[in-house]
T-cell receptor, first 117, second 113 residues
Framework: DTGVSQDPRHKITKRGQNVTFRCDPI?????LYWYRQTLGQGPEFLTY????????KSRLLSDRFSAERPKGSFSTLEIQRTEQGDSAMYLC???????????????FGEGSRLTVL | AQSVTQLDSQVPVFEEAPVELRCNYS??????LFWYVQYPNQGLQLLLK??????LVESINGFEAEFNKSQTSFHLRKPSVHISDTAEYFC???????????FGAGTRLFVKA
């Protein structure tokens, strides 16, 4: 399977604990995105990487959230001191931008569902 | 600010009936437009897209959407739906020269036998 993969698919944690999600994009894609989706809403942009550089972060991304993409390959999204409001589906997507031109077409993984008790 | 509005949160329809899912966007710059579909327990996948050229775009499974610049709309239509079309549909917009894709809140299409 050469699609976007995310791990774990489901995570249940207690309030105050730290969690980390991993995303493996399509190998030739240079852009990687994290989105958050809550019930009844569309995906909300969190952050994106061009290769290994994190170029944009949403105001939704508080200081408790950190994302990395070492060497421009897989990415991790860590949430520290989780709160119940962090419960959501965390989606990873990747895309290929050539010469700085991006058509915006995203390829999504199946998501990591976080439940904070 | 750019935004996407999907006017219907749920659309129930009988099998073989036509359907239209409405989408309007707001932007001061040129856009690319998309419809993504999310089947139960699956990730989002691209259904169709408008980048340039013909304003009417089609998917392989019979959906079509028309870009209407004057009305800033990109409504999704299918002349005859199947049970298997039951899913959530998201309209999305990205901006030429930009990086971010903004999604609407989604429309749940429920096809009844």
């Amino acid at each position: 399977d050469t699609g976007v993969s995310q791990d774990p698919r489901h995570k249940i944690t207690k309030r105050g604990q730290n969690v980390t999600f991993r995303c493996d994009p399509i190998s030739e894609h240079n852009r990687l995105y994290w989105y958050r989706q809550t019930l009844g809403q569309g995906p909300e942009f969190l952050t994106y990487f061009q290769n290994e550089a994190q170029l944009e972060k949403s105001r939704l991304l508080s200081d408790r959230f950190s994302a990395e993409r070492p060497k421009g390959s897989f990415s991790t999204l860590e949430i520290q001191r989780t709160e119940q409001g962090d419960s959501a589906m965390y989606l990873c997507a990747s895309s290929l931008a050539r010469g700085g031109m991006n058509t915006g077409e995203l390829f999504f993984g199946e998501g990591s569902r976080l439940t904070v008790l | 600010a750019q935004s996407v509005t999907q006017l219907d949160s749920q659309v129930p329809v009988f099998e073989e009936a036509p359907v239209e899912l409405r989408c309007n966007y707001s932007s001061s710059v040129s856009v690319y437009l998309f419809w993504y579909v999310q089947y139960p327990n699956q990730g989002l996948q691209l259904l169709l897209k408008y980048l340039s050229g013909s304003t009417l775009v089609e998917s392989i499974n019979g959906f079509e959407a028309e870009f209407n610049k004057s009305q800033t709309s990109f409504h999704l239509r299918k002349p005859s739906v199947h049970i298997s079309d039951t899913a959530e549909y998201f309209c999305a917009v990205s901006f030429t020269g930009g990086f971010k894709t903004i999604f609407g809140a989604g429309t749940r299409l429920f096809v009844k036998a």
